[in-house]
């Protein structure tokens, strides 16, 4: 590809890639793994429309099943009533919209993509062979009729061959052995030219091409992208078909695509580690089926191979997934259950889909009706429950809007006189932070936003003595660590580590299966024995790479507006991150702080109460009208979610003024972390209180516990308003809570700043949540049991294969029972309605998520005004209990005002340039496209 012409040519595939891998989601690597919605470069198309399309790449189901809706019914968690509310109002589920067609908003390109239905046969149609059958016959397992195939996939189908199978095998064996810098390429020159450089010695090859062909797989061009064209010209695939070839080669493998997509897209420059490049990626599985496909042109095809393949039995490509998650029969079966009346015949009526839609429709809506009932029930002054103090707190705590959270939150303040907000975790922080003794830093806010500035940990003052030796133990350990890590996975000195450590690894493994808490604290008292504690502090005005005090004064301005702390400070204001410790666990950044990049949030929260006590940032947040009192006093903590223990991570930089107030906190959470514990054991699987076993201290501790802890599963709802509308209420554990204050946010920045990151950080988790539930056999990371870990990107399922992207089962279900309830996420907010709508209006990933259903929004400006439900149009309609009513009337009798028509320029631009946006810096429409 030289000259202009090679220019436009290149430009051009990069752009059919970039479409392409609008099908898979990109996968974080392990330490640093966040919730990701799998379908978010669909989100243009709205909800529905998108689980459609993604069917054309993916075997997606995209709906719960049967079985789901069938326990639901049983429970009471959907109601005959539900069912009604939802078939008069989901409208779009019935007739023309059962078939998931596209919507008017989607984008030129994805419409395109979703439209080029593959046509030709295994050579482009090519007359003379018998392989120009259309590429979607067979797959009405989909729902669409019309789903991609690769050149690979069409051979199987009229062949009865497996070569997509074996093309699977080979290239997640090579990108495996990449990943682990097992092979490398020549000069640094990726993914695409190590391969190159070791396909030709490589038996597999043989084996699969033959040995003369076997260098053919190296002879399609040295760069990527000219092997990627030569490869399509040679199956025969152009036009508009190269999307769909490209799109479905992705979805073969939506795990190795997706950690190829996060490391082109999202991974910042210099990212440690061989860059896998989706191009590379692509380039590799095409020279495959390049080969493979054009020496299959007279092979006869075997008829009974390929009507079991389009049947979609085993050992076909097509995907296990059907149309709504179960065959007509089951749909059918399940309206059955709802009786013989009007209700059950119009769900007979509805294809598979339709019925999907309409029963997810009414479980949402029971959740929302309940939800909104609890909230009409505390007073407009907070008085029921015992969250609002009456008098001035004795201290304050703000955690992160984590849904394990409200547990916590809620036995504090009944503990005492203490009162809760909520915030996102990172505490409005864009930083990198760096601790002591490390020698790179880490992101601690979403993945969305840039970190702007580092945040360094260094030794307390009159602490440098100390410092140098716990660094030196600090170093000691980590080689001992390394050093073990790499002898165990040796294939020869593993044995020697058997022979000459066993006599001491065997008691060690003894103890912690048998007594594994006893075994942590053992190996803590090890551990400060050679790297003892030391004060630190964490600096945040470095001179060389630290904030500026204005910058300082307008993160705090933000932080406190952002969550309505402005005024009634209390002489202590706890700030609490959370982190989750777990043993043996893969997914352990799974349950540390989403916000902080998958980090623990302490750092945050040091970072933050640092700021917030500076005299200098004191000094111009009271310039800006907030005035914190000298008295006030601010302090980090954080949460462990496994346990429930709350930790002051500053112990020594309290005041002797403040520190009996600390530690009447400190017993307080204490009480209020055994409360919640005690709580969440009632719902962990195999806890046996009366018998003290299988309590979340010791599960946290147990390298054999497959459940350490739920997560963030169950998440159903985001709140934004102030805690006196939620206070005293037992929430479950299934809502986030950030606090928000209409009042102090006239112009809306403060809740754009909510919607815009935490809301879609919150939307992201669960979007994941939900897929994983309803896909796990596509969608979830597998169970826990047959994890094997690859180079500390991801795990596969047994020996090989595809990376397992989404939440492991374990984290999902009870045995076959699902604890997760998948619902889109609903979120609540307490603003005027005028406020809400300008602000969607400004933002185009708002007008997205709340216009093509992926958000549920309900609005009121204070509890004296009824409940409002935000239509995908724009309409508001009151919001009426389904519960309580014998019918529904429809929407359009409960209109309450239409959104203000016109929209406004693009406002997130505005918001940033504003000094709260700034301060928060969130993202901006492009980088909240990916």
Request: glycine share 12%; hydrophobic share 45%.
């Amino acid at each position: 590809m030289s000259g202009e012409a090679g220019r436009t040519a290149r430009a051009r595939l990069l752009a059919e890639v970039e479409e392409a891998a609008r099908y898979v989601a990109p996968l974080w690597p392990l330490p640093t793994a966040v919730a990701v919605n799998p379908l978010w470069d669909l989100r243009q198309l709205g909800f529905h429309d998108a689980i459609a399309h993604a069917r054309r790449v993916l075997p997606l189901s995209g709906y719960p099943s049967p079985r789901l809706f069938a326990r639901a019914y049983a429970e009471g968690r959907v109601t005959d009533a539900d069912l009604s509310s939802a078939l008069e109002t989901a409208t779009d589920a019935l007739g023309e919209g059962a078939s998931g067609g596209a919507s008017a908003g989607a984008t030129r390109e994805v419409a395109a993509a979703a439209d080029a239905v593959q046509r030709a046969g295994v050579l482009g149609g090519r007359a003379g062979h018998g392989l120009g059958e259309p590429a979607g016959a067979g797959l009405g397992a989909w729902g669409t009729g019309s789903g991609y195939e690769t050149a690979a996939e069409r051979a199987d189908r009229v062949l009865g061959t497996q070569l997509a199978a074996s093309v699977d095998r080979e290239v997640a064996k090579w990108a495996a052995a990449y990943a682990a810098g097992i092979v490398a390429s020549p000069a640094g020159q990726g993914f695409y030219a190590a391969w190159r450089a070791h396909v030709v010695h490589d038996p597999g090859a043989r084996r699969l091409v033959g040995r003369s062909a076997r260098r053919g797989l190296a002879e399609l061009g040295a760069d990527p992208h000219e092997a990627i064209v030569e490869a399509l010209d040679r199956l025969g695939v152009a036009g508009q078909d190269r999307v769909p070839e490209l799109a479905r080669h992705l979805g073969r493998m939506p795990g190795w695509a997706g950690h190829a997509k996060w490391r082109s897209r999202w991974a910042l420059p210099g990212h440690p580690g061989p860059a896998l490049a989706l191009v590379d990626y692509l380039a590799v599985r095409l020279c495959y089926e390049a080969v493979l496909v054009s020496g299959l042109a007279d092979r006869p095809p075997r008829r009974g191979r390929a009507q079991r393949h389009a049947a979609g039995e085993p050992g076909g490509s097509s995907g296990s997934g059907s149309a709504a998650g179960g065959a007509a029969g089951e749909w059918a079966t399940l309206a059955g259950l709802v009786g013989t009346g009007e209700i059950a015949r119009r769900l007979a009526g509805l294809d598979a889909t339709g019925a999907a839609r309409v029963w997810l429709a009414a479980s949402e809506l029971h959740y929302r009706d309940h939800l909104l009932a609890m909230l009409d029930r505390v007073r407009p002054d907070g008085a029921e429950g015992r969250g609002a103090p009456a008098r001035r707190p004795a201290a304050q705590a703000v955690f992160c809007i984590d849904t394990r959270s409200e547990r916590l939150r809620r036995h504090l303040e009944a503990a005492g006189p203490y009162e809760t907000f909520g915030a996102a975790g990172f505490f409005g922080l864009p930083i990198r932070y760096r601790s002591w003794g490390a020698s790179e830093a880490v992101a601690l806010c979403p993945v969305l936003v840039q970190p702007s500035t580092e945040v360094v940990e260094e030794p307390a003052e009159g602490a440098e003595v100390g410092a140098e030796r716990t660094l030196g133990g600090m170093q000691v350990l980590a080689a001992v660590g390394d050093g073990f890590a790499r002898t165990r996975k040796g294939s020869v000195s593993q044995f020697l580590l058997a022979e000459a450590g066993g006599f001491v690894a065997g008691p060690l493994s003894l103890a912690r299966t048998l007594a594994p808490a006893r075994a942590r604290r053992v190996q803590q008292r090890v551990r400060r024995a050679v790297a003892p504690p030391m004060t630190t502090v964490v600096a945040t005005d470095r001179p060389e790479d630290g904030m500026s005090d204005e910058e300082q004064a307008l993160f705090a301005e933000a932080l406190l507006e952002t969550m309505g702390l402005t005024e009634g400070f209390a002489p202590l204001v706890l700030l609490c991150g959370h982190g989750s410790t777990t043993e043996n666990n893969p997914h352990a950044s799974a349950l540390d702080c989403g916000a902080c990049s998958g980090n623990r949030g302490g750092s945050s929260a040091r970072a933050a109460a640092a700021m917030l006590n500076r005299p200098a940032t004191r000094e111009l947040l009271a310039a800006r009208g907030i005035a914190v009192p000298d008295e006030t006093v601010f302090v980090a903590g954080e949460h462990d979610t496994a346990t429930d223990v709350v930790t002051l991570l500053e112990a020594h930089l309290v005041p002797p003024s403040h520190r009996e107030l600390a530690a009447a906190l400190c017993l307080a959470l204490e009480r209020a972390g055994a409360a919640a514990a005690a709580e969440r054991s009632r719902e962990l699987p195999g806890c046996r209180v009366s018998e003290r076993r299988g309590l979340p201290g010791e599960r946290s501790a147990d390298w054999a516990e497959v459940v350490p802890e739920w997560g963030l599963a169950r998440n159903a709802a985001f709140v934004v308003a102030p805690r006196a509308r939620t206070a005293g209420l037992d929430l479950d554990g299934r809502c986030f809570l950030h606090s928000y204050d209409a009042r102090v946010d006239p112009d809306g920045l403060a809740l754009e700043t909510i919607l815009t990151a935490p809301m879609v950080v919150g939307h992201w988790i669960s979007a994941q949540y939900y897929f994983s539930t309803v896909d796990p056999e596509l969608l979830s990371a597998g169970d826990k049991v047959a994890h094997n870990v690859v180079a500390g990107l991801g795990v596969t399922q047994g020996a090989g294969g595809d990376l397992r992207v989404g939440v492991p089962v374990q984290s999902l279900f009870d045995g076959e029972r699902a604890y997760h309830e998948p619902l889109r996420l609903l979120t609540i907010v307490e603003a005027p309605r005028r406020l809400l709508d300008e602000v969607i209006a400004r933002n185009t990933v708002l007008r997205e998520l709340f216009g093509g259903e992926w958000v549920h929004l309900v609005s009121r400006a204070d509890p004296s005004e009824d409940w409002a439900i935000r239509r995908p149009d724009g309409r508001w309609v009151r919001w009426e209990d389904a519960s309580r009513q014998p019918a529904v009337a429809s929407a359009k009798e409960r209109v309450v005002t239409p959104t203000e028509e016109g929209a406004v320029a693009q406002g997130a631009q505005g918001a940033v340039g504003h000094a709260k946006g700034r301060a928060v810096a969130h993202a901006e429409e492009g980088s909240l496209d990916g």
